[in-house]
C-alpha cells in the first residue's frame, strides 16, 4: 500500500491550492481517508476526513468553511481543496487511508494504518 500526496507548495495568504492523495495497492471505494498537518514544533493535527463509501466528512474546526475534502473512486484519490489559506496553515500535509471507514469520525484521531510522506504547504502574509 502506498500513498502520495502531491499539490504542495508556496502560496501568499488568502490564496489556494489543491492537494492530492494518490493511492495505490488500496482501493478508494470503502476506507477512511484522513488529511493531517504538522507545523515545525506543534504536534499532529487532524484536518479533515471522509468515508468514501457514503461521503462522510469530518473538519477542524479550524478549516471549516475554507477547506472541503472529496474523494474520486475511479482515480483513486482523494483531494484536499484549500481556500482562504493564512499562514496559520502552513505545515506539512499528509494523508492517512484505513480500511475501516468508522476510523473517520469527528475527532480526526491519526489512528489511520497507512500514511504518505507528506508535502510541504507553506503560506506567505
Known amino acids: 500500500v502506498q500513498l502520495v500526496e502531491s499539490g504542495g507548495g508556496l502560496v501568499q495568504a488568502r490564496g489556494s491550492l489543491r492537494l492530492s492523495c494518490a493511492a495505490s495497492?488500496?482501493?478508494?471505494?470503502?476506507?477512511?481517508i484522513g488529511w493531517f498537518r504538522q507545523a515545525p514544533g506543534k504536534e499532529r493535527e487532524g484536518v479533515a476526513c471522509i468515508r468514501t463509501s457514503d461521503g462522510t466528512s469530518y473538519y477542524a474546526d479550524s478549516v471549516k468553511g475554507r477547506f472541503t475534502i472529496s474523494s474520486d473512486i475511479a482515480e483513486n484519490t482523494v483531494y484536499l481543496q484549500m481556500n482562504g489559506l493564512t499562514p496559520e496553515d502552513t505545515a506539512v500535509y499528509y494523508c492517512a487511508g484505513d480500511a475501516i471507514p468508522g476510523v473517520c469520525t469527528d475527532a480526526l484521531f491519526p489512528v489511520y494504518d497507512y500514511w504518505g510522506q507528506g508535502t510541504q504547504v507553506t503560506v506567505s502574509s
Open positions: 495497492g488500496f482501493r478508494f471505494d470503502d476506507p477512511a
